[in-house]
């Protein structure tokens, strides 16, 4: 299916470059071109005969025409797709939003099948009445709905040193933002009685890798949710069946899926991925440890290299911007590879730490551009270029790699991922 | 579980006024749940800190690791800790961290030996998280320390001395200092137009595309054997060359005709097949099903057991 697209595309392209010289073609003279049985004035097939029934999906899946937007992994990142990644296909998604089934995926030992009945999270350490819950137990508590974004640290690493990735999917798709129902971690936390010696948290999960992180108590008793559902069903095995912790804001290693066990302490324990993992390390040799938050950061979705334009004229530039600190207060575009910036709109729901995307009306004329965005968020920071994280960070760190990202659009409609020499 | 609640109701009341402290930002009580029993915490309670606090009674000597490690771990972090394939090095690289390339090993980079001992125990070996004992574990990290010069082959490694091993990098470590890098909300003239005329694009041909469609499908031919294509190939990359290019988990090698032969011999290729498939423990190791990648059809795992098979006649 997406070969026959490309290929369609792709000699559109070829076609329209031919043409290019003068004007493009538009689209729609092009298709009117190509005689098909169910375009104007034929009746189209579908419409001479019945569909299937009511109750053939009981649970629903997208139209086979759509068969080529899924989640996909980047084989030569990691040993094994046991401890990998899978991409979410941000070109073509819409709203803030992201399908469940096209959530990006970060495993460390697989995905666990965990029985829903035989699942228990226990709360113990520093507190005056350690707990065992049940399923049962945890959606009894009062709940809340709340709209996160959760994002890997390493989204977007393959690319310090340089442009990788030909594709939206792989430079920018460890991202993802969900409606998370679940208990606020502070009422369960009220259950224990918190001892004041307690400092931090340790968060597990049931999986094979037993994943586990080190939270200060502050941000634990702040907006973190032990959640149960995501978009209004309970929350997909990949992403944490039955329950995960979701750290609005910080990197996505800290929502810990699958959630197991919380221990309160008085010191972090320095496990695995916060020492030798989800550490950035720095030209100098040393290393930042407990880089949690997530900072400003925004990319052009609507062009990107899989979405190349077909036509010059009207275009509705569209991307999303998120902040690990707090809600999104400007984006900005440039079509000049930064040299000047126009505001762009901000469009439906401006939530905290949740995906917010934008908007920009636009006509090509069909020349060559360098296309940014740029986001600031509410406490003021902006989104920094690449030349100015690599300044202070250089490029070995992986982790957090928020720089504007630039968008080459060639005069055939073609887009390329650039940086700057 | 109601006994339990009204049993716990008092102490409960009591400690939130109490003990709550600074952090009594809810003070509202459900009552849900049940009461931990100590056993129930400690059978759950797996942390180690770098104090110790968590590490059970126990030993371990390098030399025993050694045994061990050659067993259940050379297979992916090669014999001297070097990492086969993309599988982790943990030894070695010291010095390198301020380079090009970083090698970041237990030696050269972890700040703690109690991650090391907390990782082993949690999580290794890969396909058999947990299943080490506790002396074990005291020996596994005894020789990772060993192959990183920082002991001796008959060290022997305890919970009494582990926490007062200090590693190489442990001050490298310092928290996190952002925001770090200031950028301004600039509209004009933000740089000079002649510093904005080199760019490079990623040509280097390293994007996965459409692979999903490059699976066999179901219905894709009569049988699997007439699949050995390109992509039955990038299959077996994707989902099986982590442990069969190398032999990881007693897996036969990719080619090596004896260890096919002997499996062929014994379960047939339809035995071959179910174990592809369904995954498969043995006395030296382990198939996770499908090798992990569940999203594989029968078919394709089908064509890729064919693949592996022609490719060891």
Redesign the interface.
């Known amino acids: 299916m997406a070969g026959t697209k490309d290929l369609s595309r792709r000699n559109f392209l070829k076609r329209a470059s031919v043409v290019s010289g003068a004007a493009l073609m538009t689209s729609s003279q092009l298709w009117a071109n190509e005689y098909s049985p169910n375009t104007p004035p034929n009746v189209p097939t579908w419409m001479r005969k019945t569909g299937q029934a009511v109750g053939a999906f009981p649970y629903g899946v997208p139209s086979p025409h759509e068969s080529d937007i899924v989640r996909r992994t980047v084989p030569w990142l990691t040993a094994s797709p046991i401890s990998s990644v899978s991409f979410s296909p941000l070109h073509a998604l819409k709203g803030i939003i992201t399908p469940s089934s096209l959530h990006f995926e970060r495993h460390h030992s697989g995905i666990p099948d965990v029985l829903p009945n035989e699942h228990r999270l226990m709360i113990h350490g520093l507190c005056d009445n350690p707990l065992i819950l049940d399923m049962d137990d945890l959606v009894r508590f009062p709940s809340v709905s709340e709209i996160r974004f959760i994002e890997c640290p390493a989204n977007g690493g393959m690319e310090w040193r340089g442009p990788q990735m030909e594709a939206l999917q792989f430079t920018h798709g460890m991202l993802s933002c969900s409606e998370w129902t679940g208990v606020r971690l502070s009422t369960l936390l009220a259950e224990v009685g918190v001892r004041s010696t307690a400092k931090w948290i340790l968060a597990e999960g049931a999986d094979g890798a037993a994943m586990g992180r080190s939270i200060p108590i502050g941000k634990a008793l702040d907006d973190v949710l032990v959640a149960y559902a995501q978009n209004g069903e309970m929350i997909r095995p990949e992403q944490g069946y039955p329950i995960r912790l979701v750290n609005p804001g910080w990197e996505g290693n800290t929502s810990v899926k699958w959630l197991r066990r919380i221990e309160l302490g008085d010191k972090p324990w320095h496990l695995r991925e916060e020492t030798s993992k989800y550490t950035d390390i720095m030209p100098d040799g040393s290393a930042r440890q407990f880089t949690w938050v997530q900072e400003s950061n925004s990319v052009i979705t609507s062009i990107c290299p899989e979405n190349p334009l077909k036509n010059k004229g009207y275009h509705e530039i569209e991307g999303v911007a998120w902040s690990g600190r707090g809600k999104i207060k400007h984006v900005d575009v440039s079509f000049d590879g930064g040299i000047s910036w126009k505001p762009a709109q901000l469009k439906g729901l401006v939530l905290d730490k949740a995906l917010t995307r934008f908007s920009f009306n636009w006509t090509w004329d069909g020349s060559p551009k360098l296309i940014q965005s740029r986001a600031i968020d509410e406490t003021g920071y902006v989104q920094p270029t690449l030349e100015q994280l690599r300044r202070v960070r250089g490029v070995n760190s992986i982790y957090h790699k928020n720089s504007i990202h630039t968008w080459q659009l060639s005069h055939t409609g073609e887009v390329k991922n650039v940086q700057r020499n | 579980m109601c006994k339990e609640i009204k049993f716990?109701w008092l102490?409960?009341v009591v400690?939130?006024f109490l003990?709550?402290?600074?952090?009594?930002?809810?003070?509202?009580?459900?009552?849900?749940?049940?009461?931990?029993s100590v056993e129930?915490?400690e059978g759950?309670?797996?942390?180690?800190?770098?104090?110790g606090l968590g590490l059970p009674v126990g030993l371990g000597s390098a030399s025993s690791g050694e045994i061990l490690y050659e067993e259940k771990c050379a297979s992916?972090h090669g014999s001297f800790g070097e990492g086969e394939?993309?599988?982790?090095k943990i030894a070695g690289g010291l010095g390198t961290?301020?380079d090009?390339?970083?090698e970041?090993t237990?030696g050269s980079?972890?700040?703690?030996v109690?991650?090391l001992w907390?990782?082993i125990h949690?999580?290794m070996p890969?396909l058999q998280?947990?299943s080490l004992s506790d002396d074990e574990v005291y020996s596994l990290t005894a020789y990772i320390l060993f192959l990183n010069d920082l002991v001796d082959e008959d060290f022997i490694l305890t919970n009494e001395n582990l926490p007062t091993i200090i590693l190489p990098?442990r001050k490298?470590?310092?928290?996190?200092?952002?925001?770090?890098?200031?950028?301004?909300?600039?509209?004009?003239?933000?740089?000079a137009?002649g510093?904005?005329l080199?760019?490079?694009?990623?040509?280097?041909n390293?994007?996965?595309k459409?692979?999903?469609?490059t699976l066999p499908k179901e219905n894709d031919g009569e049988t699997a054997s007439f699949m050995v294509d390109a992509s039955v190939i990038a299959v077996y990359?994707?989902?099986c060359a982590?442990?069969h290019d190398a032999g990881v988990s007693g897996s036969p090698v990719l080619g090596d005709q004896v260890a096919w032969t002997k499996r062929l011999e014994s379960v047939g290729l339809e035995g071959l097949y179910e174990h592809a498939t369904n995954g498969y423990y043995g006395t030296n190791g382990y198939m996770?099903a499908k090798?992990?990648?569940l999203d594989l059809t029968e078919l394709a795992v089908k064509a890729v057991v064919d693949y592996m098979g022609m490719m060891a006649r």
């Open positions: 716990r102490a409960v400690a939130a003990s709550y402290g600074v952090y009594a930002t809810e003070t509202l009580r459900f009552h849900i749940g049940k009461s931990a129930e915490i759950w309670d797996i942390d180690v800190r770098p104090d992916c394939g993309r599988w982790p961290l301020s090009a390339r970083p970041k237990v980079y972890w700040p703690y109690s991650t907390d990782y949690r999580t890969f998280p947990q990098n490298q470590f310092v928290n996190d200092p952002r925001p770090d890098v200031h950028n301004t909300r600039c509209m004009m003239d933000c740089i137009p510093s904005n080199s760019w490079h694009a990623a040509n280097l390293v994007t996965p459409s692979l999903p469609d990359r994707s989902s982590a442990c996770p090798g992990g990648n």
